[in-house]
Every structure is written in C-alpha cells, then in structure tokens.
C-alpha cells in the first residue's frame, strides 16, 4: 500500500508491514511559469487533456482497446516484482474505467513495440499529466511514447509527471523529464516470506489512484 504519514506509523510499528524502496517522482515541466507558480506554491487554474485528435507522430497511434499483443509484450519485459498488465487488466483499468485516460501505441511494421497510458488530475494545487503506465522494451519507442503524452497535454497543464523505472532514466531524460524532490513510499506485508525490501520493485502511477475521482465514479 502507499501509506501517509500517519498512516504509515500504524502499518509498520503496529502491523507488522516492511518498507520498501521509496519512488521518486520524475516531472517533464510545461512552462516556464508552471515552475515559478510551483515554486511559491501558487495554484494552477487550468490544463488537462486536449480534445482527442489525429496522432502528429509517425509510428504512434491511438489504441482503442488493447489486444493479446499489448498482453504478450507486457510478458516479455515483466519482472517478478510487478503487477499483471496483460491485455484484461489493462482494458479494465484504462479503457472501461470512467476516468479519461488516453492510450498510445508506438508500432514498427505494424507490429506493436511499446504502448503508454497517460491521465490528468490536479494534486495539491498543480495541474499535472501523469503517466499511468509505459511498456516499451526500446528506447526509441520510449522516447516517442513520453512526447507523445506530453503533446496529449492542454496548455495551462503544469507538467507531466512520472515514476521512472532504474533502466528508462536515459529515455526520460532524452523526453525532458527531470528528477524533483518528492518520493512516493510504499510499504509491504509478507504473506509468505517474500517480501524482500531491496528488490527491484516496479511501480507506475496507474498502481494506485492519482487525484480526486469525479462525484460518482468508481476508481480502482
């Protein structure tokens, strides 16, 4: 779970849970300004996703629904330390779900090589894209995926955020991704032994829910 402060305090000292490696948030700032209202801790009024429009990117488009190779190329670059993402969770997660998500493909010979899913929500007073998720083995497909997500951002959108798997850092950084100072936590409970606080775990924003749902909808 992604505890609090406070809750945090009840996981670990009372419950027995273990901390794993903390995550730190990767951000691919908009605007100059986006940095300077962040940095005296003004409120971003605007942003979000733009109208749905013909993909500007050759070799990306737009996915409607995933299919069994978007669940094939998931397995073929899981680790152990990963929640499922084939083709059923992902369209359960981001194409049945009532919250707007914009999913993207990056295809080589009309074969699918890497596939990104970003969201919009604002969080303690920023306007913020983040990406749900990215599965692309290559670096050129990641890089085209990233700026692919960035251009799906309105003006008046503050940045587009990340969580940064060890081996993509080239990738994002290449898209204009930069680390910040905030972590996310994460913390564990062993059911059978193991949880191993050093091991490479995997995690993307879409693991938990990001922002406030809309009155009425579900959330995952």
Do not use: M
């Not at 305090?9 to 794993?20: C, E, H, P, S, Y």
């Amino acid at each position: 779970t992604f505890p609090n402060a406070v809750s945090h305090r009840i996981f670990v000292r009372d419950l027995g849970w273990q901390d794993l490696p903390g995550r730190r948030v990767w951000a691919r700032p908009l605007s100059t300004g986006a940095v300077v209202r962040y940095a005296v801790r003004r409120e971003s009024s605007g942003g979000g996703l733009c109208a749905p429009s013909p993909d500007p990117r050759a070799g990306v488009k737009t996915i409607d629904r995933f299919g069994p190779d978007a669940g094939a190329l998931w397995r073929s670059t899981a680790t152990a330390n990963q929640f499922v993402r084939d083709e059923s969770f992902l369209n359960w997660r981001y194409v049945d779900s009532p919250r707007d998500y914009r999913r993207f493909g990056a295809y080589r010979g009309g074969e699918l090589r890497g596939f990104a899913v970003v969201g919009h929500a604002v969080k303690h007073g920023v306007s913020s894209g983040f990406l749900a998720d990215l599965v692309a083995p290559e670096e050129t497909e990641r890089v085209a995926l990233l700026r692919r997500c960035v251009a799906e951002l309105a003006p008046g959108t503050d940045a587009l955020i990340a969580l940064v798997p060890h081996g993509h850092r080239r990738a994002f950084l290449r898209a204009g991704f930069l680390p910040t100072h905030k972590r996310i936590r994460f913390v564990g409970k062993s059911l059978d032994g193991r949880v191993v606080p050093g091991a490479n775990w995997h995690f993307t924003l879409g693991d938990f829910d990001w922002g406030k749902p809309a009155p009425g909808a579900w959330v995952t």
